[in-house]
């Protein structure tokens, strides 16, 4: 009953910023590690930044200086700011949580819905 409810995506200039965010909802114990992903047509799902629950921070080396992974623990929202952004940035990006349920022993992976991020002029 986990879901990830990811708002934002859109059409976007080079250069210009976007910021997504990802709230988790439902029968939520605890919430480990979040991260972002983003996929390409064709292409194999990729990490772009992940953030533990204490705060560490890693990311993709293609996002490094440009990306910032965020995550506000009393709203159980991650949020991805993304500036600079290039054409090579257009994906579809999904949010990710090791989510504990209420009714369950074990953390286990969680997806969003993904959302379609485009750089073009």
């Known amino acids: 009953q986990v879901q990830l409810v990811e708002p934002g995506g859109g059409l976007v200039q080079p250069a210009g910023s976007l910021r997504l965010s990802c709230a988790v909802s439902?029968?939520?114990?605890?919430?480990?590690?979040m991260g972002w992903y983003r996929q390409a047509p064709g292409k194999q799902r990729e990490l772009v930044a992940t953030?533990?629950?204490?705060?560490?921070?890693n990311y993709a080396d293609s996002v490094k200086g440009r990306f910032t992974i965020s995550r506000d623990n009393a709203k159980n929202t991650v949020y991805l700011q993304m500036n600079s952004l290039k054409p090579d940035d257009t994906e579809v990006y999904y949010c990710?949580?090791?989510?504990?349920?209420?009714?369950?022993?074990?953390?286990?992976?969680?997806w969003g819905q993904g959302n379609q991020v485009t750089v073009s002029s």
């Open positions: 990710n949580g090791y989510i504990l349920t209420s009714g369950s022993g074990a953390y286990r992976a969680y």
């Open positions: 953030i533990t629950s204490s705060g560490n921070t």
């Open positions: 439902g029968n939520i114990f605890s919430i480990n590690t």
